[in-house]
């Protein structure tokens, strides 16, 4: 079983409940709800969330540390949103928010457009793109659906990139 699953999860502000097999949990910045797998029981109590495997089957376990690190994601993400930055870096690229939707230049010979999930926020400013939600595996995610358009290549560095990310650089052709 996972370490972090033996102790109790704390709270703080946020309100969490169990019912039937639906975890709710829910903040300043919002709610968010999950489904619980047959194999792992969470139970909320005065001092923490305790989540715990049903029986003593290999996946209960392996579900138990999973689990416990989605209520602490979850009660994190109501309290304080969950933000992943990208950079558009390339001659010609541009990114640009049209409603619901994210439309990148990126070289090909069109335009390429993505939806923005519900319960996220994108904001651009230049060649920064800015994502943002209380759902961290939506944030996550989209934010690697951006980056899977373009990745950088490694001899120009031009593509999307994280913000932080190091792309490891080849030298290229020689001059004899």
């Not at 999860?9 to 039937?20: A, N, R």
């Not at 640009?96 to 319960?119: M, Q, R, Y």
């Not at 990745?151 to 052709?173: A, D, N, T």
């Amino acid at each position: 079983m996972s370490r972090l699953a033996k102790k109790p999860i704390v709270v703080g502000k946020t309100i969490v409940s169990m019912e039937d097999s639906t975890l709710s949990v829910k903040g300043t910045k919002g709610t968010l709800t999950k489904q619980v797998h047959p194999s792992v029981s969470i139970i909320v109590g005065e001092n923490g969330v305790m989540v715990a495997p049903k029986d003593r089957s290999r996946l209960a376990k392996a579900l138990t540390g999973t689990f416990a690190s989605h209520v602490k994601n979850m009660i994190a993400g109501v309290e304080q949103p969950y933000m992943k930055k990208l950079i558009l870096e390339g001659v010609g690229y541009r990114v640009e928010v049209k409603g619901n939707e994210i439309v990148l230049t990126v070289g090909f010979s069109h335009t390429v457009a993505l939806k923005i999930p519900d319960g996220i926020t994108a904001s651009v400013e230049k060649n920064l793109i800015k994502i943002e939600g209380i759902d961290k595996e939506t944030v996550g995610q989209f934010a690697a659906n951006i980056r899977r358009v373009k990745p950088p290549e490694p001899y120009l560095g031009k593509g999307i990139r994280y913000e932080g990310e190091v792309i490891r650089r080849k030298q290229g052709k020689k001059a004899v």
